[in-house]
């Protein structure tokens, strides 16, 4: 072999002249070669490739898809990677795999008044150049209006406009807070998701049909917003646990902001489920690792991204696409719940 094959030939990004010297031939030769055209010898092909392969060289995906039109890769769009999203890409990895497109997760990152809209900047930002799809997990708004194919997990407004995968929320909830009936809890509080998301909606109006079809008028001061975040869902739970008349279960509206009522019953001296039974949902892995072990509604989040992958396959291919796939959710019973207790 050459010997300049296989050493780097300088310490920044391999180019396709350094290609081309190494492997002596032209840089026409070398951008056939790697563009799988004709009009070179089989000999030289193999050459290059090897220079290619031992060089670790690859072409930028700006100028793949100004060649082609196509890069060859899927955005995975989130606002920021907390637990959910990351279970969620490990399932849109798997399902990815031996598709021939590479994956480009990218955390829009916004915060507070920022927030809104990030999907919409995020898909401006890669769009044509960078990424021929997308999947978008809890995007604020629709997203009908772009120019590639997007796929949205969990949409913040529900289904509308465009292809959509998400769980069954309000099914999921109905479970949670059947379970706790079940269980002889009357006194069942709820700590809300945020205001603005169709998920928190749903799981609020499961909770409320759940109480409702059981005889139980809904007490509105056992409902308190958790935002879906662990420290403010430690906050409000305080507010409940510290109620002269104090409910004996809580219905999270998810993980984050289940663990935060655990921390805030331990802070209280309050046992978990001898005192207090609580539930979250999603499923996260944390979920089994809490003190006690968390019992939740597992919304299938890898299964989530397959769907959408598939989806958005599809779309890629040029072919109709389902308008929305909804899963089912399950209830997962660990030891953070119990029977209530004879006397809070």
């Known amino acids: 072999m050459d010997p300049a094959v296989g050493a780097h030939p300088g310490a920044g990004r391999v180019t396709i002249g350094d290609v081309a010297r190494a492997a002596g031939v032209s840089i026409p030769t070398v951008s056939k070669v790697i563009n799988r055209r004709d009009g070179v010898a089989p000999a030289t ?115 509308e406009g465009h292809a959509t995968v998400d769980a069954d929320n309000e099914g999921g909830a109905v479970l949670a807070v059947e379970h706790l009936l079940a269980l002889g809890h009357t006194r069942i509080a709820h700590v809300q998701g945020r205001a603005d998301l169709a998920s928190a909606q ?24 958790g935002g879906y975040q662990e420290d403010q869902s430690a906050v409000v739970a305080r507010q409940l646990l510290t109620l002269e008349d104090r409910p004996t279960a809580v219905f999270a509206a998810n993980d984050s902001s289940a663990v935060g009522v655990l921390r805030a019953a331990a802070d209280l001296g309050l046992r978990v489920p001898e005192d207090l039974s609580v539930v979250g949902f999603d499923d996260v892995p944390q979920a089994s690792v809490t003190t006690p072990p968390l019992t939740t509604v597992s919304q299938p989040l890898a299964e989530l991204g397959t769907r959408a992958v598939e989806m958005l396959l599809t779309m890629l291919r040029g072919e109709d696409a389902s308008d929305h796939v909804r899963l089912p959710t399950t209830l997962r019973t660990r030891r953070s719940s119990g029977p209530a207790p004879t006397a809070a």
Do not use: C, K
Not at 138 to 149: F, G, K, N, Q, R
């Open 45 to 159: 092909m193999v050459r290059v490739q090897q220079v290619v392969d031992d060089l670790g060289y690859e072409t930028s995906l700006v100028a793949r898809s100004l060649r082609s039109s196509r890069t060859g890769v899927i955005g995975i769009l989130v606002p920021e990677f907390e637990p959910f999203s990351t279970e969620l890409l490990r399932g849109i990895s798997s399902a990815a795999t031996g598709t021939g497109y590479e994956l480009l997760a990218y955390a829009g990152l916004m915060t507070g008044a920022d927030r809104p809209g990030w999907e919409r900047r995020s898909l401006s930002r890669l769009s044509g150049t960078l990424i021929d799809g997308a999947i978008v997990v809890t995007p604020t708004t629709a997203l009908s209006s772009s120019t590639i194919p997007v796929v949205a997990i969990d949409p913040h407004t529900g289904p």
């Open 202 to 225: 749903l799981r609020e109006a499961g909770y409320r049909s759940a109480l409702a079809a059981a005889g139980i008028a809904v007490d509105e001061r056992l409902l308190r917003d």
